[in-house]
């Protein structure tokens, strides 16, 4: 028998994390040879358990949290999506050396446009938060050439932060950028809105006006749930198509697969058949 490939996905905490029952489906479905774990990091122990999964011949990784600044560190290239985020959730290891990446971004967009079939070109996009979930999907939005993206946080500044840091970006892509707090939201239902913040965790709603949302708004949470968020049953009150981020997950786990193996699996059907065990188990 052929020895399978080694991958895994650190954290701290780890039991909960879904990666490795998606990426034995991806497995399952491309026929590729590989086997995927879970490391449990000690905190301040990230780069240790790196290089002694490198040292046992690995050849990936998924990074969650609180290890994806560390991640950074220890890559020795990175993508540009990497590189704009700050933050890494992917890494390749070969004899090169680490390359670190971010799939979260593409995770999202891929899961808007491709699963929900929702297209973001020429589209009013609003994204609601400003911390490294915000930041890391930043790019792959502008990649799929809206009109406008604007970002809300409470800390305006922290949202002013991201359009100076993507400014140039936005004028590459003719998207145009804006950002503060909640009183620079134009008036009119945007198209599609992204709940980037932590707040469905807790169950509070971010800073948002309810003109904002109408019947041809797709509401995104990036956080995942058997059960709507606060922010989606707000949004759904309000008349709005809801979601939440489990297609993100899978579709971000397809990318690292893809980054890994070259092959790009269909998040489509896994992220259904994960949906359907999840809400059985509600």
């Known amino acids: 028998?052929?020895?399978?490939?080694?991958?895994?996905?650190?954290?701290?905490?780890?039991?909960?994390?879904?990666?490795?029952?998606?990426?034995?489906?991806?497995?399952?479905?491309?026929?590729?040879?590989?086997?995927?774990?879970?490391?449990?990091?000690?905190?301040?122990?990230?780069?240790?358990?790196?290089?002694?999964?490198?040292?046992?011949?690995?050849?990936?990784?998924?990074?969650?949290?609180?290890?994806?600044?560390?991640?950074?560190?220890?890559?020795?290239?990175?993508?540009?999506?990497?590189?704009?985020?700050?933050?890494?959730?992917?890494?390749?290891?070969?004899?090169?050396?680490?390359?670190?990446?971010?799939?979260d971004g593409v995770g999202l967009v891929r899961d808007i446009e491709v699963n929900l079939g929702v297209s973001l070109k020429d589209v009013r996009v609003l994204l609601l938060g400003a911390g490294g979930a915000a930041?890391?999907?930043?790019?792959?939005?502008?990649?799929?050439?809206?009109?406008?993206?604007?970002?809300?946080?409470?800390?305006?500044?922290?949202?002013?932060?991201l359009v100076e840091q993507f400014e140039a970006n936005a004028r590459e892509s003719s998207v145009r950028l804006s950002g503060g707090g909640g009183d620079i939201i134009e008036p009119g239902a945007y198209d599609v809105m992204i709940n980037a913040t932590?707040?469905?965790?807790?169950?509070?709603?971010?800073?948002?006006?309810?003109?904002?949302?109408g019947a041809a708004t797709l509401a995104y949470d990036m956080m995942y749930s058997p059960k709507p968020t606060v922010f989606m049953q707000h949004a759904a009150s309000l008349g709005a198509r809801v979601t939440d981020g489990l297609g993100m997950l899978v579709e971000q786990a397809a990318e690292s697969f893809f980054i890994w193996r070259g092959v790009r699996p269909d998040g489509g059907a896994v992220m259904r058949e994960l949906r359907g065990e999840l809400t059985a188990k509600a």
């Open 1 to 103: 028998m052929n020895q399978k490939d080694q991958y895994a996905v650190i954290g701290n905490p780890i039991e909960h994390s879904k990666s490795p029952w998606i990426h034995k489906r991806f497995a399952e479905q491309t026929g590729e040879p590989i086997e995927y774990g879970r490391i449990l990091g000690p905190l301040g122990g990230f780069e240790k358990e790196a290089r002694w999964f490198m040292a046992a011949g690995a050849r990936g990784m998924n990074v969650t949290v609180p290890f994806k600044l560390d991640a950074h560190a220890f890559a020795n290239t990175l993508s540009l999506r990497a590189a704009a985020a700050g933050a890494v959730n992917t890494l390749l290891f070969s004899p090169e050396g680490v390359r670190g990446d971010n799939t």
């Open 135 to 161: 930041r890391g999907v930043v790019l792959p939005i502008f990649d799929c050439a809206p009109a406008a993206l604007t970002i809300v946080n409470r800390t305006a500044a922290k949202a002013l932060q």
């Open 198 to 213: 932590a707040g469905s965790l807790d169950a509070v709603l971010p800073d948002c006006d309810d003109r904002a949302f």
